[in-house]
């Protein structure tokens, strides 16, 4: 089961999306194209219509009617991390920042309004030429009322196999340029020698097709490969015992909570945190339905059309715990040999 950019959970779907987005940033060429330099992402522009409620409750606008603008001003830079001692190989990977407008937003009571955020989001990746390993990422939103603050780890075991090219599964070679097979309509075609200009519909929208006016336009500029700063590795997670039946329900991950399918709730002791001094004060572990429980791999052709590889992740057998902190709340899932594959942190704001 593949969920949509835009379900009915956005929480869990834009997290995904950020990892999608922020997947290794290079300008994956067509067969036509393959005698060209690869180049990676520097700069990404354009604007997106917000067509859909979940669309709008992510960006925190749940007070809005949907079918604002959003304007975004985006900056890409590599990165990598040291201080892993755990890694097989050197993490690599980019962070994004830059400013986020929305206009045209109009309330229960019909008042005009808008939002000028600024996001800033870091992504590293651990990977071999043919698989990934870990990602790790820290997507802040800074927005007033609206903003949120998210870190988040996904470990594959086994590895993921990642392909390096999956144009012609993908898309289709056209006079214009290049527009998707499958799925939401995309299509892209070569500004210059360094730039691409890309459109399409989001998923979920009635309204957007081939042959109407598109839910977005973004421009991706493309600069030859820059050495990258150095930063801090994330720190490790801690595990720790707690009292569960002694504490409350938690509901600081309830949207993610909603879109899993979870069986009985199952007694449990391990706690995981970022901060091994934390103790919880409410605390939940329910057993993984894997039949049920969707795998993610939102809007593939999108972010390849933007030169960004897709990823996707796989609901493992095992635990799904949740916990909430004085300042944070965090989602766990550890597969059946007890090892943590997905880490997620909510920072109160």
Not at 133 to 160: C, I, Q, Y
Not at 239 to 247: D, E, G, H, I, K
């Amino acid at each position: 089961m593949e969920k949509g950019m835009f379900g009915s959970i956005p929480v869990w779907e834009m997290l995904v999306l950020v990892v999608v987005v922020l997947a290794t940033l290079s300008l994956a060429t067509p067969e036509s194209e393959s005698n060209q330099q690869v180049l990676e992402v520097s700069e990404i522009t354009g604007e997106m219509r917000l067509t859909s409620r979940a669309s709008m409750d992510a960006l925190g606008l749940q007070d809005f009617q949907i079918g604002p603008l959003a304007t975004i001003a985006l900056d890409v830079h590599p990165i990598q991390s040291q201080g892993c001692t755990e890694c097989q190989t050197i993490p690599t990977g980019f962070h994004i920042s830059g400013e986020v407008t929305i206009t045209e937003l109009i309330d229960s009571a019909g008042r005009n309004g808008r939002v000028e955020g600024t996001l800033n989001i870091t992504y590293l990746r651990e990977s071999t030429d043919t698989h990934t390993l870990r990602e790790w990422f820290n997507v802040d939103w800074n927005a007033g009322s609206a903003s949120s603050h998210w870190v988040g780890m996904l470990h594959h075991t086994p590895a993921k196999w990642t392909p390096s090219e999956e144009f012609s599964s993908t898309f289709l070679e056209t006079a214009q340029g290049f527009e998707s097979r499958t799925g939401p309509f995309v299509s892209f075609h070569s500004v210059g020698e360094t730039s691409r200009e890309i459109e399409g519909c989001l998923p979920g929208g009635f309204s957007c097709s081939k042959a109407s006016q598109s839910d977005y336009t973004m421009i991706a500029n493309f600069t030859e490969p820059r050495t990258p700063s150095l930063i801090a590795h994330p720190e490790n997670w801690h595990m720790s015992s707690s009292n569960q039946s002694a504490l409350d329900q938690p509901e600081g991950m309830d949207g993610i909570h909603s879109i899993l399918s979870l069986d009985d709730t199952v007694a449990s002791s391990e706690v995981w945190s970022p901060d091994s001094n934390a103790t919880p004060t409410a605390m939940q572990t329910w057993s993984i339905n894997t039949s049920n429980s969707p795998n993610f791999s939102p809007m593939t052709p999108f972010f390849q059309a933007l030169g960004l590889p897709s990823i996707s992740y796989d609901v493992p057998d095992g635990t799904w715990t949740e916990a909430d902190f004085s300042h944070y709340s965090t989602g766990v899932i550890t597969n059946e040999q007890g090892e943590l594959v997905l880490s997620l942190v909510r920072l109160d704001t």
